[in-house]
């Protein structure tokens, strides 16, 4: 079962720590990451996670306030404490790359100020195809077609991806009892990531 599987990188890593590891998840309020959070309630006890919210400052102001309440819902609903931060200044351009080095800056800046032994994300069985794609057509080694690691250190911080074993469609199901923000910036077309996952995942669904 995937949740069993998705929980295996937790345990292995919290094996031979001290018992009262806190971990931060990164926290959207969308559906990968309210699945991961409500996982890893499920899995560790919401004493020991916090959220992590980060408010890129690229969407207008309608969107963001939306998605701070839907943060703060399901915190509240989940019984787990959770941190804001705003990027300032935020990338200009804000492209994808930059963006996401932004992005992991502060989340390790946040885990430290918090003393969390290390940062979860929800990137998924679909996004660790679009990473491969992506680098495959654009040129890479050996390497670039390993796809994301489970773990990994940036910016003196563990970071880990209990998920990547795990379907969106399944992580649509952890959730499926939950009011989802939807992420207006998922459906941008100007970014190459979504762009990938509109047009060229489907195809290959077709294929299978």
Not at 56 to 73: F, I, Q, Y
Not at 119 to 124: I, K, S, Y
Not at 145 to 158: K, N
Request: net charge negative; hydrophobic share 40%; proline share 4%.
């Amino acid at each position: 079962m995937a949740e069993h599987h998705s929980l295996k990188l937790i345990e292995a890593w919290r094996a031979g720590r001290e018992a009262d590891l806190q971990f931060g998840v990164a926290f959207s309020g969308g559906r990968d990451s309210l699945a991961l959070l409500q996982l890893m309630v499920e899995g560790c006890g919401a004493g020991k996670i916090t959220a992590l919210h980060i408010d890129h400052g690229v969407r207008d102001t309608v969107s963001r306030d939306e998605e701070m309440r839907a943060v703060e819902r399901s915190c509240r609903e989940l019984d787990v404490g959770w941190f804001h931060q705003t990027l300032n200044p935020a990338p200009d351009p804000p492209s994808e790359s930059a963006l996401r080095d932004a992005r992991y800056r502060l989340l390790a800046a946040m885990a430290r100020e918090h003393r969390l032994a290390a940062v979860v994300t929800a990137h998924h069985r679909e996004d660790q195809l679009e990473t491969v794609l992506m680098n495959l057509l654009r040129g890479t080694d050996w390497s670039g077609l390993a796809g994301m690691p489970e773990s990994f250190e940036r910016h003196g911080v563990t970071f880990l991806r209990p998920l990547l074993g795990w379907s969106a469609e399944q992580l649509g199901q952890v959730v499926a009892r939950h009011e989802v923000f939807d992420d207006p910036s998922n459906a941008d077309g100007r970014y190459r990531r979504n762009r990938y996952r509109r047009r060229l995942l489907p195809l290959i669904d077709e294929l299978e």
